[in-house]
């Protein structure tokens, strides 16, 4: 059993989680972060970061690592281990690890994973121009001939975004009709730079070094079409899993907040609209992109993390026996 009660346990090691982290510690409550094993998350596997204020360039792992740095000189203890299981039915919360550990609060900062089409390929060359992210990577095909693989309102958006900067988007669909939204969908097939390829499928990302194009199969037939950067924009899936029952998740398992459950014209059990980040479980609070299914940025992340951490530390305060 433990034996003392946490101030505050933040699961996650992402900026959300680092970012409260920060917050958390310089109000000397000495957070106890659960990273996950790999810690860091999604940033972990992206190169260079050039829309981060402050920093002109920067890849993602140094970022994670600066930040877990600072957190540290904080006196933020970091444990690079998965948590287990919760429990949440009574207080003192309880974590498990290693261990069971015990917190008057928690910050669950967990993040989401961007769903790939699972070619080896794909995964040999993702940072390599396969990217998930058009706002990240977008900038450095300038001039360059893109792919976009999907249907939905992401892969509008991002084919979209990337008539910024690319010369040609070959947008890359596995049936005859798209799911996005009417108005997404006009823009995208009324775009002069996107052409798209209904009922085709990605056999093989092709390349060494680099992405040089895709194999493709359409109609029984296969043919190569030369790509410099193939964007992947099937969806995201939120780290929530380890929170089902324990905690209110949207039909997608995106975590509720005061602030989105109140968004979307719904109250949670303990809302208190003085928590944006407060869950359906009083004490319990949630950001970065476990929460948010729409900017999904690093920067967004870190500046829900600071809300969660300023909710917490308020919350504590007010609870204070
Ligand atoms: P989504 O709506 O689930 O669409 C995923 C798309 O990827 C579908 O077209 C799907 O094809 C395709 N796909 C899935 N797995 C695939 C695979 N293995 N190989 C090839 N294609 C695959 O996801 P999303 O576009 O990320 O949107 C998620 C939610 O966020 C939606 O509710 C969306 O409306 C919302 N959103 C809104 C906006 C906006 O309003 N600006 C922007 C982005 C997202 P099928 O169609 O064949 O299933």
Redesign the pocket.
């Known amino acids: 059993m433990a034996d003392n009660i946490e101030d505050v346990i933040i699961i996650g090691g992402g900026p959300a989680g680092l970012a409260a982290a920060v917050y958390t510690s310089r109000a000397t409550l000495k957070p106890l972060m659960f990273a996950g094993a790999p810690y860091g998350g999604q940033l972990m596997l992206t190169s260079e970061v050039e829309n981060y204020p402050g920093i002109p360039t920067i890849v993602g792992p140094e970022l994670i690592e600066r930040m877990r740095e600072q957190v540290r000189e904080f006196g933020t203890r970091i444990m690079d281990q998965n948590v287990l299981k919760v429990d949440f039915s009574k207080k003192p919360f309880k974590i498990t690890a290693d261990k069971d550990y015990l917190a008057k609060s928690i910050i669950i900062a967990t993040g989401a994973q961007a769903?790939w089409?699972?070619l080896e390929s794909e995964q040999k060359l993702r940072g390599k121009g396969v990217s998930a992210c058009a706002t990240c990577d977008g900038f450095f095909f300038k001039e360059k001939v893109v792919g976009v693989?999907?249907?939905?309102?992401?892969?509008m958006?991002e084919a979209l975004f990337l008539t910024k900067f690319a010369s040609k988007i070959h947008l890359i669909?596995?049936?005859d009709s798209?799911?996005?939204?009417k108005i997404?969908q006009e823009r995208v097939l009324n775009h002069d730079k996107i052409q798209v390829h209904w009922n085709t499928e990605i056999l093989k990302v092709l390349g060494e070094q680099h992405v040089e194009g895709v194999s493709l199969k359409a109609e029984g037939k296969t043919s190569d079409l030369k790509l410099d950067g193939l964007f992947i924009?099937?969806?995201?899936k939120p780290d929530t899993d380890l929170f089902k029952g324990h905690i209110e998740l949207d039909e997608k398992g995106y975590m509720l907040t005061n602030a989105t459950s109140a968004l979307a014209g719904k109250k949670l059990p303990a809302f208190n609209p003085k928590f944006q980040t407060g869950t359906s479980v009083e004490g319990v609070f949630a950001a970065g992109d476990n929460v948010d299914?729409v900017y999904r940025q690093a920067g967004t992340a870190v500046g829900m993390g600071i809300e969660a951490a300023i909710d917490a530390e308020r919350w504590l305060e007010e609870t204070a026996t």
């Open positions: 769903l089409l699972g693989v999907g249907g939905g309102d992401s892969a958006e669909h596995r049936r798209f799911r996005a939204s997404m924009a099937i969806g995201h299914h």
